[in-house]
Nanobody
Framework: QVQLVESGGGLVQAGGSLRLSCRAS????????MGWYRQAPGKQRELVAT???????SYADSVKGRFTISRDNAKNSVYLQMNSLNVEDTAVYYC???????WGQGTQVTVSS
């Protein structure tokens, strides 16, 4: 059994920052290939950022320059630093183990104007 637990969501004003965390536990070999997704009300879930085994990262165009994905293997955790948030970033954010396909339960991020 693999568990991914997100935390760090909340309510923030436009222009503010949040740092999301995703901690992996259970029978999981590594967190080398991980991704953050988000789903806004009435919209499809979209890929926000990924980090692969060699540390290469990728970002959706909408968050480039504002969001940073990182990983701490010792803590079995992946992070998403979100800066300069705007109302369009409001969504439930999910982490996913890209290799095994597991999802976390999601954490709500709400950005107020």
């Amino acid at each position: 059994q693999v568990q991914l637990v997100e935390s760090g969501g909340g309510l923030v004003q436009a222009g503010g920052s949040l740092r999301l965390s995703c901690r992996a536990s259970g029978s999981i070999a590594s967190i080398n290939n991980m991704g953050w997704y988000r789903q806004a009300p009435g919209k499809q879930r979209e890929l926000v950022a990924t980090i692969n085994s060699d540390g290469t990262t990728s970002y959706a165009d909408s968050v480039k320059g504002r969001f940073t994905i990182s990983r701490d293997n010792a803590k079995n955790s992946v992070y998403l630093q979100m800066n300069s948030l705007n109302v369009e970033d409001t969504a439930v954010y999910y982490c996913r183990h890209l290799g095994l396909g597991y999802w976390g339960q999601g954490t709500q991020v709400t950005v107020s104007s």
